[in-house]
């Protein structure tokens, strides 16, 4: 049973805004939190922002100021609103859910984001 899509990705120049979208299942989605990740070639996976069921949010320092991590509980869905992006923001977008134990164990298949100079 897929209980996370995520869709919105693309290719798109230097300074442009992409969002992602990411559809949970009802009981994922009401969980303690879901987050972003992203895995650029090369590189191991990194933490890109979360949101917990209170509607904290918090964010690595180079998402900060440009990317906005939202929910919509009418759709079981959260988003990622990226601005300004830069070409060492190219990577593979992976949306996470249901925290165990401090680890996100049920993860999205992934959206690719390339940009471009």
């Known amino acids: 049973q897929v209980q996370l899509v995520e869709s919105g990705g693309g290719l798109v120049q230097a300074g442009d805004s992409l969002r992602l979208s990411c559809a949970a299942s009802p009981r994922t989605f009401s969980a303690y939190a879901m987050a972003w990740y992203r895995q650029a070639p090369g590189k191991e996976r990194e933490f890109v922002a979360d949101t917990r069921w209170d509607g904290v949010t918090k964010y690595e320092d180079f998402a900060k100021g440009r990317f906005t991590i939202s929910r919509d509980r009418t759709k079981n869905t959260i988003y990622l609103q990226m601005n300004s992006l830069k070409p060492e923001d190219t990577a593979i977008y992976y949306c996470?859910?249901?925290?165990?134990?401090?680890?996100?164990?049920?993860w999205g298949q992934g959206t690719q984001v390339t940009v471009s100079s």
């Open positions: 996470a859910g249901d925290v165990v134990d401090g680890d996100y164990t049920t």
